[in-house]
């Protein structure tokens, strides 16, 4: 089995057997963006707790690639630091730019490394992250208001 073979199982897993879909009874984080070139739409909702994600829950639907990255993105972001999330989401990212890099903190979501070669697909790749990367940002501008 070749690597992308490998991968496009990882893929189609993620997408069949999504984790973390759902959504959170009092989320301190949600957002939601649509990809029109794809009609892709995903809404990522987090708890947040001592500057961790303590639970985190994807929502929405579109193409495989969406879905499956938005799976893995929640499972790679549960219960880790904000700056960790915040670097994990940069270095996804770079990933999906094409930039030569270290990917293995990512875990499973390296499968997704060939769709950089697909620039129509990159932006179905990267949703859920920019989901989460723009959530969290709202989130840091709110609490700086003193909310
Ligand atoms: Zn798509």
Known sequence: ????????????????????RGELPAPD??????????????????RLEDGRVADVRFSGQGCSISQAS??????????????????????????????AGDYKPLGEAQALQGVARFPVRIKCATLAWHVL???????EEGAADGR
């Open 133 to 139: 990367e723009e959530g969290l940002r709202r989130h």
């Open 29 to 46: 984080v949600s957002f939601e963006l649509h990809n029109p070139v794809c009609g892709d739409r995903i809404r990522v909702q987090a």
């Open 70 to 99: 938005a799976s893995m993105m929640t499972q790679l972001v549960k219960g880790k630091g904000l700056a960790d999330v915040r670097g994990l989401i940069e270095r996804f990212l770079a990933m999906m730019k094409g930039e």
């Open 1 to 20: 089995m070749s690597l992308g073979d490998l991968y496009q199982e990882v893929i189609m897993d993620h997408y069949a057997r999504p984790r973390n």
